[in-house]
């Protein structure tokens, strides 16, 4: 049975940073599980930045979506996954296949796509739970700003809140990252 290992904070908190750092002092073998999409080049150049830190010893799988699939055919030889980020698994799962007027988009269309990534990170879950691989998965806290001015923003706080709830709720142990600082919270 798998462990998972939470690790919640705002943006450039230093989550990624004490993920990676947890990481080698627990376990020698690692995949990690990369779920952004480099648009442009700020984002190709913070994924770089990511590897350079990361180094060579890690299995890299890109991917957002069907993750329990994907990883069933990586994980016998490894001790552990780092999923970062569930905020841009959310992002992509809301976005990428979904051509929704935001601004406009009804409630059950936006109880779909909630459902939808919930089933995602649920799967995921139930696959940690029932192999002996553990996770460490990295989100950030949407829920500390102010309230996003666009609809698109609201419904991807709701949806994003929602999993990391269930993440938290899941996890075995739980942290909050701020400026570089952590604070474990199970």
Known sequence: MGKIIYITGGARSGKSSFAEKLI?????????LATAIPFDDEMKDRIEKHKKQRGKNWK???NYKNLS?????????YDVILLDCITNMVTNLMIIENEYDWDNISM???????EKVIREIESVIEFIKKNDIDMVAVSNEV???????TALGRHFR???GKINQIMAE????????VSG???RLK
């Open 143 to 149: 829920g500390l700003g102010l309230v996003p001015t």
């Open 181 to 183: 600082l952590n604070m």
């Open 24 to 32: 080698q002092e627990r376990y020698k073998s690692k995949i990690y």
């Open 108 to 114: 059950k269309e936006v109880d779909s796509v909630r």
């Open 158 to 160: 709701d949806i994003g």
């Open 69 to 77: 699939g994907i990883l069933k055919n990586h994980i016998e030889e």
């Open 60 to 62: 890299t799988i890109e």
């Open 170 to 177: 899941a996890s075995d142990e739980a942290y909050l990252v």
